[in-house]
């Protein structure tokens, strides 16, 4: 069976699976002993001065690991008697007292608490945050193969270019006709004047 985050098989008085099988909360820890060794690490002695420190009975000490490298025990705190959750004013005070066990200190010496681990904490941690949205795609170019704002743009330009182009030609070509028949016009009178001026 396994056991959510947070969670371990419970145990009966004696350390061994609960008969039962059932998962209950726990604050697991993990401390070293850097005075001890294996040999003289005594585990009854630690979950007796644990239990005493925590105002719990003893079986509510889980021993999960005693390795050497000084000494490291890696226990947890199951809820007493049959109880599989811890109310979250205990959780609060067994993590406390976890994080500073001066009742630990008087019995062995020197602690190095590596990690206190609540229900809640593990939980969060076995958790993966939340997956980031997926990237956007690229909305594919229309017919024409671009972008249709940039199109409409050329085009109008290219539009106004021309026309302003084409006004332009006929503007000036309005002017030389203008002007040439203005000539035409103002010649004829000036010889007109000449013809009279020599008559007279």
């Known amino acids: 069976m396994t056991c959510e985050p947070g969670e371990a098989l419970k145990r009966d008085s004696f350390g061994g699976v609960d008969p039962a099988c059932r998962c209950s909360q726990v604050v697991s ?10 040999e003289t690490f005594q585990p009854d002695t630690f979950k007796q ?3 005493d420190g925590l105002g719990l009975q003893e079986t509510s000490v889980v021993i999960n690991s005693v390795t050497a490298g000084s000494v490291i025990v890696d226990f947890h705190i199951q809820p007493e008697g049959v109880q ?4 979250d004013d205990i959780t609060a005070q067994v993590a406390t007292v976890l994080a500073n066990p001066t009742m630990l200190e ?16 593990a939980t969060d941690a076995a958790t993966p945050p939340p997956s980031p949205p997926p990237p956007q795609q690229p909305s594919p170019p229309a017919a024409g193969g671009g972008d249709d704002g ?25 002017y ?5 028949s203005v ?18």
Not at 185 to 199: I, K, P, T, V
């Open 29 to 38: 820890a993990t401390m070293t002993f850097p005075a001890l060794t294996v």
């Open 49 to 51: 001065t644990t239990a």
């Open 84 to 87: 599989l959750t811890f109310s």
């Open 106 to 121: 008087a019995a062995f010496g020197e602690v190095v608490v590596e990690t206190v681990q609540t229900p809640q904490q």
């Open 150 to 174: 940039a199109d409409i743009g050329m085009i109008v330009g290219i539009a106004c270019g021309a026309g302003a182009v084409v006004l332009g030609a006929g503007g000036f070509l309005f």
């Open 176 to 180: 030389k006709k203008r002007k040439q």
């Open 183 to 200: 000539s035409q016009q103002g010649g004829g009178d000036a010889l007109a004047l000449q013809q009279q001026g020599s008559a007279a």
